[in-house]
């Protein structure tokens, strides 16, 4: 008699057992599916917002759809652009990756509502002569299939690990739904050989400027006698470079909605703003090394907070300048469905920028620590010094590419930067190693060397190889597309 109740509680508990497994196990398999719902939750709200704003519109649903792809659109670069902004900074573990999350929504948001591309040439600054796109029908579905090519792409990027180039992906899909529309003739092709020339001239031109700082603090302040002496003097100097660089870059892209402002003016607030950094972080700095051990540990302490602020304005200035990604084609569409008297020219809508800044925070926190990861440990591994020199060297080369009329990719010098960080790095710890005599006279087995390298090959392999064919698998897809709506419309 005694041992049925104990029997009975054995089995309550064995069922018990049971169904915590069930919830766990429902749990694990859920999880993956809250970030897609979310998604589809933000898009659906998009185009409720889409259907209310344009009621008394004709052909009201062409732009909800447009719509609809435009925050896809935005909800995919969120995942894959903003990583390379984020990663080097959660790479040096100078941010977690929940704080750099949050400063990138925020920045991203103000970068894109404050100082975000007012006016965007839908027709990708030449790529199609605009007479190819004339008949407002064409125009409409050329945008839609740009849109919708290059949101996949990114998609497919971003699934695959590989930091892309959103300009390139909507460049590619402007130009894929031009030839679909009037042939090879209606492309401008010297334009797009001076953007295939990008594909060179950004990573190499971001990695030479990041291995040159790299270089700079490694001589003049890690293999210093007095390090936090040499930190003193030289981390305000490199903070005021910053904030000159960062002052001189917003001003082009965020003021001349205001004034304007050309290369010298910009370049003359970048010096105020280069002075007064200065002044301001030299006591500060100072205050900051006392009592620290003259090692090269103590020196990353003191690169971590202009990191911080380094990251941030980064993701400022990509909201400023990458949201017209995002929402272009969809403002071109609406423009187009509106008033498509000059459609070559279109100012984006108010609702518009909010679709893509909110697209742009969304799909970097639902999508985004997978490439943050990526960009920010699995290339090279990063320290705060490495990681400023790599955000440094992205302001610094957009504004020389600016200067200089070259047209470059803000993913690529980023993630040039990183190979150049990681690059020169092999090269300097193999010099190293030559002058204090572990390399003289003892061959290297293939092995070892390649436990040396610093950087890893497969990853460099499969970014390049995403980038060469970002243009030509964006321009297929579009015109695909391009093709199938227009059907679709007959």
């Known amino acids: 008699m005694t041992d049925r109740p104990v029997n009975q509680w054995k089995t309550l508990d064995k069922d018990l057992n049971r169904i915590s497994h069930l919830e766990r196990g429902t749990q694990y398999v859920a999880r ?11 898009i659906v709200i998009v185009a409720v917002i889409a259907a209310v ?43 977690t990756m929940g704080g750099a999350i949050a400063i990138a929504a925020v920045f991203e948001t103000a970068g894109a509502l404050i100082a975000g591309g007012d006016v965007v040439n839908t027709i990708s600054g030449g790529i199609v002569s605009p007479e190819s796109l004339a008949d407002r029908a064409t125009f409409i579905w050329a945008m839609m299939a740009a849109l919708i090519s290059a949101a996949l792409w990114i998609n497919l990027a971003t699934w695959v690990g590989a930091p892309v180039s959103t300009t390139h992906s909507v460049v590619g899909g402007v130009m894929g739904a031009g030839i679909a529309a ?47 002496a040499a930190a003193r003097l030289w981390v305000p100097i490199l903070t005021a470079i910053m904030a000159g660089a960062f002052a001189t870059y917003l001003s082009l892209k965020g003021l001349r909605k205001i004034v304007d402002i050309d290369m010298p003016m910009a370049l003359a607030i970048g010096l105020g703003f280069a002075i007064f950094t200065q002044i301001i972080t030299k006591p500060l700095i100072r205050r900051q090394s006392e009592g620290l051990e003259n090692r090269k540990k103590s020196l990353k302490k003191l690169f971590g907070v202009p990191l911080v602020c380094s990251a941030a304005l980064l993701s400022f200035a990509h909201g400023a300048n990458d949201v017209a990604n995002a929402v272009g084609p969809l403002a071109a569409i609406v423009h187009a469905v509106q008033d498509f008297d000059d459609a070559t020219r279109v100012i984006i809508p ?54 200089l009329g070259l047209p470059v990719s803000s993913t690529h010098i980023a993630v040039g930067a990183i190979f150049g960080v990681g690059f020169y790095r092999e090269w300097d710890a193999e010099k190293r190693a030559r002058a204090n005599g572990i390399l003289k006279g003892k061959p290297v087995a293939p092995e070892e060397r390649s436990r040396r390298k610093l950087v890893r090959r497969s990853h460099f392999l499969t970014i390049i190889a995403a980038w060469v064919i970002t243009v030509p698998a964006t321009s297929l897809l579009s015109a695909g597309v391009f093709l199938c709506l227009s059907m679709l419309s007959l």
């Not at 993956?32 to 933000?42: K, N, Q």
């Not at 649903?61 to 435009?70: D, N, S």
């Not at 909800?75 to 652009?81: E, F, K, Q, R, S």
């Not at 108010?350 to 620590?369: D, E, H, K, R, T």
């Open 32 to 42: 993956p599916l809250i970030a897609p719902g979310i998604a589809l939750a933000f």
């Open 182 to 228: 009037a042939g090879l003739a209606a492309v401008n092709w010297p334009t797009m050989a001076q953007i295939a020339a990008s594909w060179v001239i950004s990573p190499v031109l971001g990695g030479a400027v990041a291995a040159m700082f790299l270089a700079f603090i490694k001589a003049r302040v890690e293999y210093a006698e007095d390090k936090i």
């Open 350 to 403: 108010l609702w518009v920028m909010i679709v893509g800044a909110a697209g742009l925070s969304f799909g970097l926190m639902l999508f985004g620590p997978k490439l943050i990861r990526m960009v920010g440990s699995q290339i090279t591994k990063l320290n705060p010094m490495r990681a400023y020199c790599v955000a440094l060297s992205a302001a610094i080369t957009v504004i020389i590419a600016s200067g």
């Open 53 to 95: 704003l344009t009621g008394g519109t004709s052909d009201r649903m062409i732009v909800i759809a447009a719509a609809v792809f435009g925050a896809y659109m935005a909800l995919n670069i969120g995942a894959n652009d903003v990583a390379n902004n984020m990663g080097p900074a959660v790479g040096a573990n100078a941010l």
